[in-house]
């Protein structure tokens, strides 16, 4: 098995290779796929820290063909963006993500069981995980029911946008639901009360027109919802699982202390890559300029000298919240609070209205993904 670039859906443990990675090469140089991998928790923060490391271009002149809109989308996201053009999409992203209104998490989720729920048996993945946390971001701007609806059906394959590599279909289907998604952001960013004036602030600030923020604003609302749904999908499936089989779920403090630590010890994304735009030197090796680098978070989660006993769950450890599930640096997730919020009220909600909840499925299946490690169902009973 290559221990860089697998299928999560190809390895039952991941993390035994994390493992033996961190054992015996903690800067790897994967020769076949011409990447570097980096397995140390240092080695990891290090990088994400390096301003010679940049996020790679996904899509050089547009070799993917997406079409206009999909690729004005693309183009603005401040999740693939670098330099000048990251801190203003950065501060967009986040103004707008300063805005959401508290929604109540409960309502949505118990609606989502009761319309799924059948002989009291669900699928927590395609009946919640997929779907919650792009309602709470939609409803948290007060989008109309039925664009809700739209977009949350739609997102699946809009998030296919991100990948560094895309087949035919994907890119089919991307290109089918961008314009439309596109056309309801712009209409409800355009109602919102703060919008004007945030426009005008960062139009004012970055000589840009107020034209081009709308296009930025709009394409980093969209970011929004495409960041929550795997990741988000991702954090409520394995925290699920991880409470599940350590039986941690008494109260809500405990959910939240196995929220975080699930983060560390069974993370939805796994990895995060960047490009060299200078040589750089990390511990012996030298990584050299235009080299590739997979920076494997996961692993870095494991690393013995940062977690005492790190393949222990332990929702006590007192810093486990220092995983690197969200990353670190300029391009640190900015929902880290949001995500774990969501999870805790989500499962909470779950555990203090089922007296019994169990586990239907042994052999959970994974998406067949590189960067993240999603269960495609999880199967459950609730009485
Ligand atoms: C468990 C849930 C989540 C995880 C594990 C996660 C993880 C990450 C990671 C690793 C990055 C940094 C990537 C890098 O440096 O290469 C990132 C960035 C980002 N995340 Fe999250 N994320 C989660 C949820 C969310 C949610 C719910 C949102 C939005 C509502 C969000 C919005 C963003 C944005 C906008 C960025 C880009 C920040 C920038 O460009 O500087 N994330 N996330």
Redesign the pocket.
Same mark, same amino acid.
């Given at each position: 098995m290559n221990p860089t670039l697998f299928l999560k859906s190809d390895v039952s443990n991941p993390y035994l290779i994390y493992k033996t990675m961190l054992q015996n090469n903690r800067v790897y140089w994967d020769e076949t796929n011409k990447i570097w991998a980096i397995y140390s928790y240092e080695d990891c923060v290090s990088i *994400?820290k390096n301003s010679k490391a940049e996020?790679p271009v996904v899509n050089a002149n547009n070799e993917q063909k997406l079409n206009k809109k999909t690729l004005e989308i693309l183009n603005n996201l =401040?999740?693939l963006s670098n330099g000048i053009q +990251?801190e203003i999409s950065?501060e967009i /992203?986040m103004l707008l993500f300063s805005k959401m209104k508290t929604v109540a998490i409960n309502l949505i989720i118990s609606q989502l069981i009761k319309s799924d729920l059948t002989e009291n048996k669900i699928d927590w993945v395609n009946s919640v995980c997929k779907k919650l946390?792009v309602l709470v971001?939609l409803r948290s701007f007060g989008f109309e029911e039925k664009d809700c609806e739209f977009i949350s059906e739609k997102i699946e394959s809009l998030v296919k946008i991100m990948l560094p590599q895309k087949t035919e279909e994907q890119v089919k289907l991307i290109n089918e639901v961008s314009s439309a998604i596109f056309l309801i952001v712009e209409k409800q960013l355009s109602s919102l009360h703060f919008f004007e004036s945030l426009q005008a602030k960062i139009s004012e600030a970055n000589s840009l027109s107020l034209d081009e923020i709308k296009t930025i604003s709009i394409s980093n609302l969209i &970011? *929004?919802f495409i960041? !929550?749904f795997d /990741? $988000?999908r $991702?954090?409520l499936s394995n925290s699920l699982l991880q409470i599940l089989n350590y039986k941690t779920f008494s109260n809500k403090d405990e959910i939240q202390k196995s929220v975080i630590e699930t983060l560390r010890f069974n #993370? #939805?994304?796994h990895n =995060?890559r960047r490009i060299a735009t200078e040589d750089i030197s990390i511990g012996e090796s030298q990584i050299k300029k235009g080299d590739q680098i997979l920076i494997v *978070?996961a692993s870095a989660n494991l690393d013995s000298e940062k977690f005492e006993n790190p393949i222990n769950f332990d929702i006590e450890r007192s810093n486990n919240n220092e995983n690197l =599930?969200?990353?670190i640096g &300029? +391009?640190?997730? *900015?929902?880290k609070h949001? !995500?774990i919020h969501l999870a805790t009220e989500a499962l909470w909600f779950l555990f203090d209205n089922y007296k019994t909840i169990e586990l239907l499925e042994n052999n959970i299946q994974y998406e067949p993904m590189i960067n993240a490690r999603l269960p495609k169902t999880i199967w459950i009973s609730l009485q």
């Open positions: *994400l996020i =401040t999740r +990251h950065k /992203a946390p971001v &970011g *929004l960041q !929550s /990741a $988000g $991702g954090i #993370p #939805p994304i =995060t *978070l =599930t969200f990353g &300029g +391009h640190m997730c *900015l929902a949001f !995500s």
